[in-house]
């Protein structure tokens, strides 16, 4: 007996724990989850946002696209159901997913589909036939379900005043433009009710600020700041970083006028002495990269050297006549832009160019961009479009012609490739199931908060 | 000019010299007094940059002490170990230690001069200090200057280096403060004053480069005028001073002194340059006062001196003027003029002497007619003596000569009486002709006074003594009349005139016994006629001449020597004077000057119409 009262004693203990671990591991519904980020937006409409990974996940909370893109680069379904090529390869027929509804209870139809993709790409030939949605292009469309993927590609309704209305799994509740945004969970979310109430998004904040929100409990989710990984960490915060999918350049607003610019650009480049930015300004976070494609996107981010050539950078600094010189602007409220284009001005100094810094130069400025996608054609053909070079003619996706096309927008002249940095998030303990997709897209709609009382 | 000119030329210039000098002198004292207010107080100012540059010295020296020998500086020191590695997790080190310990500039350098951590420029981690090499970090080291390179700019400071302790391989702490407006600030500058710094940089003045602690708007475009004070402490790098005018107006300038603030190193370099502007407005401002004050008092000094040379000069020149007056009186005759004598001064002593001068000319005046008039008495008594001396000697040898014939032949006393009695009657009457003439002299009349037309006159003589002058047997004498008919007529006695003029044909034909040109000639003179009397005869001695009108002289062997005499009458009662010019055997010339006496004309005129019983014609 005693024996047996032992056994159950020890039965119960076990139990006891058990259960109490499942409870701290299950998903609890409610809760406001507080979020901070440096994105600031004055609309909501997904066609009109600037891209940005910051304005992916906001449009990620109010809006669907037909397909999304999972963490291995693959279009998974979303709005639409299943899809299909046109016959000819002129296009994709995508048959839509069925008892949709957008936020103000219409339901989700091929008109309004049709209608959100003619609004986001003009150029696009997009018809609606019973619930299939037809999109056909003159040429071939490239990669178009990952395009499909974007943001700006989000299907939206629009009211008689514009306003969008989306079918995602939170709906507005406060919109303060450029400021706040306070969503509430769909409850007839077609892919299951968010486990929070509601999410409030404090926007426009600097790194620093999101840090203090963060530790002063303002905020259970916050970006963080690439060289503010390290002290993220060892505060305990729960850290999630991206692959590397933002680049830091130099972008020229034009092209080279001569062949003197042309060397003043080059000379500039092979001055630029990457390693100690990304020691110490970093602190070790990214890639150094002299490529627009980051290595794990490419595959031969390598092959473009980052290592400066001071005496090359001399040779053709000497064949100037006069000080070659230039104007850099960086975005003000970012200290780290400002601390690289410091550096840049210095290394320039060096070789004896003359870089003088202006916050709001356009000629010359220390750039983020944000790779479009974790696809590299995709990404490659957008940061072209972005850059305004020519075209890219590639008859066939091969990562020789990829190769050939980052070359040959690096030989415009147009952007000096310096980082490729990760995108981080840090959240607080009570925040449970986020995820940080490898395009650096953040993923709360399974994220719960563990309530603090027992 | 008069004396009372004079003296108001010389009051007037007196008073402005005297102001000008005053004010001058007056000038010169407040610009001295100024100029040294100037020195004590650019010396104060000095004295006090030093201070303030010392005590900020010693807290930037505490303060960097305090962080070489902080934990977290010690902890990287240790971590480093002279090397570089990892230092990257104290890149931001410099900017927070700079902000807790209120430092503008912070470098952690490590033992060989690589900056680790900077505060002032974030990115130049990794590169070398410059001034390595000159830093001491010694403990004795005080604050120094250093110019430092920022950015996009650089900036002067106040730094102090020292090393973290105990390690082989230190940690550099290199930390300070900017010289900058706050800096400058802190000097208590008098009102008047203002102080700039120059951050010695570049080959060129720039204005951009002038800390102004009191900067305003438009500053910048004036700084450029301190560009040549700037520029030469650059090339000498020793103090100096100039003014800098700002403007045309002369109160808009300030006195700058320059001071070179030097570095570290060999060479000390010349890092900045400290510029002490003193305003001269307040000088100027009291100088124009001054220059106003004099110019009025000058004015009013002149004014015054105006009515103060009037009353002197009325005061002095007064008795003058009277003197001057009673002068002019005496020289006309009036002997017995006097002056009123007032005081005891020069000019009343000069009165005084003037007064008796006078006297005394009356009393010799008296003397001399007392003497001449018995020298005339003497000459006539010795006149008559002669001319009666004459005519007694044949009346006395003829009675003698009766008595002798009465007495020794009676026969013959009848026929020697008829002839005594002839000579005695002879004889007397010459001695009647003697006193006749005597007679006649004492009875000259007063001229009576009518309008008289002189060439008339001269034109009677001539008609009168034409016979004679032609007589045949004798020598001709040749008249010649020249007369000036524009004459008009004069107020004279025309009976009188014509004797005076005839006794001088007279005289001019017994002149020429041999014959010879006789001459009458009349002219106009202003305001008076003039008669000339001319021979070629044989012509008078000097000393003849200047006896010639005294009464009974004469040259003649039987002249009376009153005929002269009369004629210097009949012209001295007519208000003219006779002249004599004579050579020996060249003959004499008597010149006659009438005043022409408009006024009595006027009266005689007046006197005839009245007479006449007809009205006065102008």
Redesign the interface.
């Known amino acids: 007996m005693k024996r047996t009262g032992l056994q159950w004693l020890a039965i119960s203990v076990l139990l006891i724990s058990a259960l109490s671990a499942n409870a701290d591991t299950r998903p609890q519904y409610g809760g406001t989850l507080h979020i901070t980020t440096s994105m600031s937006t004055s609309s909501l409409d997904p066609a009109e946002m600037p891209d940005s990974v910051g304005a992916r996940n906001l449009v990620a909370l109010i809006f669907d696209t037909l397909v999304i893109v999972d963490a291995t680069g693959r279009p998974q379904s979303a709005l639409a159901e299943s899809w299909q090529s046109v016959p000819g390869d002129r296009g994709v027929e995508f048959h839509l997913r069925r008892n949709v509804k957008f936020h103000d209870g219409n339901p989700l139809t091929t008109e309004i589909v049709v209608s959100s993709l003619r609004k986001a790409n003009p150029a696009w030939n997009v018809t609606a036939a019973g619930d299939v949605v037809s999109i056909e292009s003159a040429g071939a469309i490239p990669e178009l379900l990952q395009e499909l993927s974007l943001s700006r590609n989000a299907i939206a309704k629009r009211d008689a005043t514009g306003n969008p209305s989306g079918t995602g799994p939170f709906h507005i509740v406060d919109w303060q433009p450029g400021k706040r945004l306070v969503a509430a969970a769909n409850e007839d979310y077609w892919n299951g009710r968010p486990f929070v109430d509601e999410i409030d998004i404090d926007m426009g904040r600097t790194f620093r600020d999101q840090m203090n929100a963060l530790e002063s409990g303002r905020a259970d989710l916050a970006e963080v700041a690439p060289e503010q990984m390290?002290r993220a960490v060892s505060q305990r915060y729960e850290l999630l970083r991206s692959s590397p999918v933002e680049l830091i350049a130099l972008k020229f607003a034009k092209e080279a006028a001569s062949a003197q610019e042309k060397a003043s650009r080059d000379a500039l480049r092979l001055s630029i002495e990457r390693q100690?930015m990304h020691?110490?300004?970093l602190?070790?976070a990214g890639q150094p990269s002299a490529s627009l494609l980051p290595t794990w996107m490419s595959g031969y981010g390598f092959v473009f050297s980052t290592e400066p050539d001071r005496l090359r950078a001399q040779q053709l600094r000497d064949q100037i006549p006069g000080v070659p010189s230039f104007t850099l602007g960086y975005d003000n409220n970012d200290p780290l832009a400002r601390?690289?284009a410091?550096?840049v001005?210095?290394n320039a100094k060096e070789t004896g160019l003359s870089v003088?810094?202006n916050a709001s130069a356009t000629e010359l400025r220390l750039v983020r961009i944000p790779l479009a996608s974790c696809d590299p054609w995709s990404s490659l053909l957008v940061l072209n479009n972005q850059l305004g070079l020519p075209p890219i003619e590639a008859k066939a996706h091969s990562l020789e012609q990829l190769f050939a096309s980052e070359q040959s927008m690096l030989a415009s002249g147009r952007i000096i490739p310096l980082f490729h940095l990760p995108l981080a998030y840090a959240a607080g303990t009570n925040l449970r199931d986020w995820t940080v997709m490898p395009g650096g897209k953040l993923n709360v709609t399974g994220a719960w908060l563990k309530s603090s009382q027992p | 000019m008069s004396f009372r000119r004079k003296l108001l030329l010389v009051f007037s210039v007196s008073v402005a010299l005297s102001v000008a000098a005053v004010a001058w002198l007056v000038q010169e004292v407040t610009r001295k007094a100024f100029e040294e207010t100037e020195n004590q107080r650019t010396s104060q100012l000095v004295g006090q940059f030093q201070r303030e540059f010392n005590r900020q010295g010693e807290e930037v020296t505490r303060r960097v002490e305090n962080i070489a020998a902080s934990e977290t500086v010690n902890r990287m020191g240790a971590a480093l170990n002279g090397t570089s590695a990892d230092s990257a997790e104290y890149f931001d080190l410099a900017r927070s230690l700079a902000e807790s310990h209120q430092l503008d500039f912070l470098e952690l350098l490590d033992s060989r001069g690589m900056i680790v951590s900077s505060a002032q420029w974030a990115a130049k981690f990794g590169y070398p200090e410059p001034a390595f090499q000159i830093l001491s970090p010694s403990a004795q080291q005080p604050a120094f200057l250093k110019l430092e390179q920022l950015q996009d700019s650089t900036a002067l400071g106040l730094f102090t280096v020292r090393t973290s302790a105990g390690r082989e391989h230190p940690v550099y702490v290199v930390g300070g403060r900017r010289l900058d407006k706050t800096f400058l600030s802190t000097l208590n500058v008098a009102p008047e004053m203002r102080v700039l710094l120059y951050q010695n940089r570049g080959e060129t003045f720039s204005a951009d480069l002038l800390v102004n602690a009191s900067a305003t708007s438009g500053d910048a475009r004036a700084a450029e005028k301190l560009a040549p004070l700037v520029d030469a402490v650059r090339r000498s790098n020793q103090e100096m001073s100039t003014p800098v005018r700002w403007s045309s107006d002369r109160a808009d300038e300030e006195i700058f002194h320059a001071i070179p603030l030097r570095g570290l190193g060999e060479n000390r370099p010349l890092l900045g340059i400290l510029l002490i502007g003193q305003s001269r407005r307040n000088y100027v401002e009291l100088s124009r006062r001054i220059k106003d004050a004099a110019l009025l008092a000058g004015a009013g000094g002149i004014v015054l001196a105006l009515f103060l040379s009037g009353w002197a000069a009325a005061r002095v020149t007064r008795p003058i003027e009277q003197l001057a007056g009673a002068a002019q009186s005496v020289a006309a005759g009036s002997w017995d003029t006097r002056v009123q004598v007032n005081g005891h001064d020069e000019v009343s002593q000069l009165a005084n002497s003037f007064n008796q001068m006078t006297t005394e000319l009356l009393a010799q005046k008296e003397r001399l007619v007392q003497a001449e008039r018995v020298a005339a008495w003497r000459e006539l008594a010795r006149r008559l003596a002669h001319e009666l001396k004459n005519p007694l000697f044949p009346l006395q040898l003829t009675v003698e000569n009766l008595i002798r014939a009465r007495t020794q032949s009676p026969e013959q006393f009848e026929e020697v009486f008829r002839e005594s009695s002839q000579t005695l009657l002879s004889e007397l009457a010459n001695l009647k002709g003697i006193i006749g003439r005597f007679s006649e002299f004492s009875k000259m009349p007063q001229p009576q006074l009518q309008r008289v037309n002189v060439n008339q006159v001269l034109r009677g003589v001539v008609q009168l003594f034409q016979a004679q002058l032609n007589v045949p047997g004798k020598p001709a004498i040749e008249c010649r009349s020249e007369t000036d008919e524009s004459l008009g007529t004069i107020a004279a006695d025309p009976e009188l005139l014509h004797r005076a003029i005839s006794n001088l044909v007279l005289n001019a034909m017994d002149a020429m016994p041999q014959g010879g040109k006789l001459t009458l000639l009349s002219r106009r003179e202003p305001q008076k006629v003039v008669i000339e009397v001319a021979d070629t005869g044989t012509g008078l001695t000097p000393e003849e001449c200047a006896r010639i009108f005294t009464p009974y002289y004469t040259s003649k062997q039987h002249g009376s020597g009153l005929g002269l005499a009369i004629v210097q009458s009949v012209v001295s009662d007519h208000g003219g004077t006779i002249t004599v010019r004579s050579q020996p055997g060249k003959g004499t010339a008597f010149v006659i000057e009438l005043p022409e006496r408009p006024e009595l004309l006027a009266e005689i005129a007046e006197s005839r119409a009245q007479h006449a019983g007809e009205p006065v014609r102008n």
């Open positions: 390290h100690s020691n110490v300004l602190q070790g601390l690289l410091e550096r001005a210095l003088q810094l």
